[in-house]
């Protein structure tokens, strides 16, 4: 991916060979009443640093959903995905070990 106004530089972890061009969405103003959907991709101590950011982004007025894979070896299944993208206006996905 291209460098932002900002200099920061993106990276897509997909195997593409040729990347497909994604624009950026808006990050939101804040957080109070966004709903905010956390994604626990079941490796080993996520769900310890989700709890974490939960309270933090709670504080801070975003509303809570929560998600887990089944299995961190493979992309979220669609119907978790479908329904994120429908009740959440943002995601944070947790990787931790």
Do not use: H, N, W, Y
């Amino acid at each position: 991916m291209s460098e932002s106004d900002q200099g920061i530089v993106l990276l897509d972890p997909t195997p593409e060979r040729t990347p497909a061009a994604r624009e950026r969405l808006r990050r939101p103003a804040g957080l109070e009443g966004l709903e905010l959907a956390l994604l626990d991709i079941s490796k080993a101590r996520g769900d310890v640093f989700l709890d974490r950011l939960e309270e933090l982004f709670e504080a801070r007025g975003a509303r809570i959903s929560r998600f887990k894979k089944p299995t961190f070896t493979k992309p979220a299944p669609v119907d978790v995905r479908r329904e994120i993208a429908e009740q959440c206006a943002a995601v944070v996905e947790a990787l931790a070990d």
